[in-house]
Structure formats: C-alpha cells, structure tokens
C-alpha cells in the first residue's frame, strides 16, 4: 500500500513541477569512528580523544546540491578554516577525499574535480547504475514523505574513505586471542600501517528518497531513485539534508566542470593505486610521505 502511495505522489509531483524548475538541497555529513580500534593499542585515552577532534571537523562538513530536472552540481559549502591543525595529515585525508562532482542525468554522465597530492585532475566518468530495492518503508524529514530504498555497492579497492582496521569486523574468540598475541609481539614497530587496515569489497547502501521532488538525484554519484535522496546511510557515513530552496534566487551555475588533467575513473584508480605503494615503500624504509617519492613529475 506504501509502495503504491509512492506511485501516486510521484505522478502527482510530476504534474505540479515544471520542466524548468531548479533547487538546491545543503547536506550535512557525519562519519563514526572507532576510536578503541583505531591506532597503536598503546594508543592512550588523550590521544585518541585529540585525534578524534581533529578528525571531526574534517568529516563533518555540509554540501550543497544545485540541481535542475537532469543536471546538477555537488560541492562542498566553503567555510573559513579556525586554526591550522594536523597539516600533513590533512593533506593525506583530504587527497582521497571527492572534489566537485557534476551530473547529466539524461546523458549518464559524472564528472568530478580531484586534487591528488597537489595535482589536479578531471575524472570523466558515467553515474554509477546501482541495482535499488524499493521498499515500503517511509518516513518523515522535514515537510517531506521519504521512502526507503537499498542497494550494494561494490567497493574500489583504492577507496581509502571506506578503510578500516583489518579484522575489525567478524572476529571469534578464538581468532581474537590469536590476534591479540600477534599485536603484543610487533606492537613496538609498524613497518608499514596500511598492513593494518583493509578496504570492503562491498557495502549496503540505503537511502530514503522523495517523489514529491520528483528529480532522480541525490549527493555524492548516487542518483537512479524516483524523488530526490534526502538521507544517505554507506558504511560508517550519514548525509542527511537540513533544508531544500526551490528556485533559488541565487545559486551557483550548473554546467559541466573544466579544471585538472582528464582522465577516466580506472586511469585515476591506477595513479592512486600508484602513489599509494610509494606511501608504503616510503614508510618500510623510515621516509615520511613528504619525500620527493610523493611528488608528482614535472
């Protein structure tokens, strides 16, 4: 019955939007961390907790989505900075962190802007095709009706915004002892910390979606529902939507993005695959990811 009443509103919403309608939707974002798994286990209390600060105000931000009926522009809001804190490490997290993205629905189209170590580049791409259940399911966020959908998405190997601790998930007792002696015995030297961590191959992605902005858009690359996505669960990762414009006044101009060196998604891939193994060798042989190994030719 829920899923037939979403039919409904999207006809009706069809009906009452014209063709030329525009919006914008600002997103707030929030990743969860887990902090008793992250770092040395010597790791203290203090630190943890400064680390944690530090983090925040890198995951936390707010985005803005402009968008018309097949087009749309995805960035970040821009806010003045308080203090300058964790340069080098901000620099790491902020190079495999998503740049502007633009989106042609109606062409299947995603490009996105990404500064990679101090080189920028175009990253030409299609939307990615997720495989979406609709569901009965439905809520309320904000005036709007929103019903739930998921999905799986597969995972780049490359895409360290979803690393974790290895073996922090689907662990038995057994598995655990074993473990815990293994990090007693090297926990004094780490000659390379992304033995450490490890990437998903897949994860669920559920969004709630609603027809009554009947736009097939939503933050990030995701895209595909019938109504524009107001919530984003992936992972440890929420984006909620906080307030929607309809035909703003003023708004950034949608059109496709120009700056950075093209390349497609798996050419990127491979760059990032690249400078990532030189992290490493970096960090075997005592080097910091400052060297001259970590720039690009040039």
């Known amino acids: 019955m829920k899923l037939l009443s979403s039919i409904i509103l999207v006809i009706i919403s069809s009906t009452t939007f014209s063709q030329n309608f525009s919006g914008q939707a600002f997103y707030e974002t929030k990743t969860t961390i887990d902090m008793d798994n ?54 790491i997290m902020g190079s495999f962190a998503s740049g502007p993205q633009y989106k042609n629905i109606s062409n299947n189209q995603l490009l996105e802007e990404r500064e990679f170590f101090g080189k920028q580049f175009l990253i030409n791409d299609t939307i990615p095709q997720l495989d979406w259940q609709l569901e009965k399911e439905s809520k309320q966020i904000g005036q709007y009706v929103v019903f739930r959908a998921t999905a799986i998405k597969k995972v780049d190997p490359n ?31 780490v000659e390379d910390p992304f033995e450490e961590i490890e990437v ?40 909620l939507c906080s307030k929607i414009v309809m035909n703003p006044k003023e708004a950034d101009v949608i059109e496709p993005l120009k700056k950075g060196e093209e390349v497609s998604r798996s050419e990127f891939n491979k760059i990032i695959k690249e400078k990532t193994d030189e992290m490493r060798e970096n960090f075997r042989n005592g080097r910091s990811g400052r060297g001259r190994g970590m720039r690009f030719g040039g």
């Open 38 to 91: 992250f770092g040395n286990r010597e790791m203290t209390d203090d630190i943890k907790k400064q680390i944690a600060a530090r983090m925040k105000s890198m995951l936390e931000k707010t985005y803005i989505l402009t968008f018309t009926k097949n087009e749309s522009i995805y960035k970040e809001e821009e806010k003045l900075e308080a203090g300058q804190s964790s340069g080098g490490f901000r620099m």
């Open 159 to 189: 895409d360290m915004s979803m690393a974790r601790r290895r073996g922090n998930n689907n662990q038995d007792a057994d598995t655990s002892e074993k473990e815990e002696g293994e990090v007693t015995k090297d926990s004094t030297k």
């Open 200 to 239: 998903p191959k897949e994860v669920l992605v559920t969004a709630w979606y609603t027809p009554q902005i009947p736009v097939g858009n939503g933050p990030g690359e995701y895209a595909g529902l019938p109504g524009l996505i107001l919530e984003l669960n992936v992972d440890r990762t929420t984006i």
